[in-house]
């Protein structure tokens, strides 16, 4: 059985950094693209970042040149590294991945790890 264990959150003062991780175990045959999505209370989950098996980013315009992602494929983990945080990040931030497993291609969720940015 895959899962998505994540960890580093916590709560932060505006302007700090966090580096959040996000490692995929079980029986994994390859795996996609990899993502980072949060969901503040009273709001939608939305992407914040995503990079796919060949290194491609992409990234939300509000976190752009904020934050980064990466990913080593060796460790079946991505990273997201969160610089100049902000009060608005303040969120539940889950780790999303397209896996090939014993269960054929599926999609990935973890359990969420809370960010909290105080100003």
């Known amino acids: 059985q895959v899962q998505l264990v994540e960890s580093g959150g916590g709560l932060v003062q505006a302007g700090g950094s966090l580096r959040l991780s996000c490692a995929a175990s079980?029986?994994?045959?390859?795996?996609?693209?990899m993502g980072w999505y949060r969901q503040a209370p009273g709001k939608q989950r939305e992407l914040v970042a995503h990079i796919t098996s060949g290194g491609r980013k992409n990234y939300a315009d509000p976190v752009k040149g904020r934050f980064t992602i990466s990913r080593d494929n060796a460790k079946n983990t991505v990273y997201l590294q969160m610089n100049s945080l902000k009060p608005e990040d303040t969120a539940v931030y889950y780790c999303n991945a397209d896996i090939n497993g014993n269960e054929g291609e599926r999609d990935y969720w973890g359990q969420g790890t809370q960010v909290a940015v105080s100003s």
């Open positions: 079980g029986s994994i045959f390859s795996i996609n693209a």
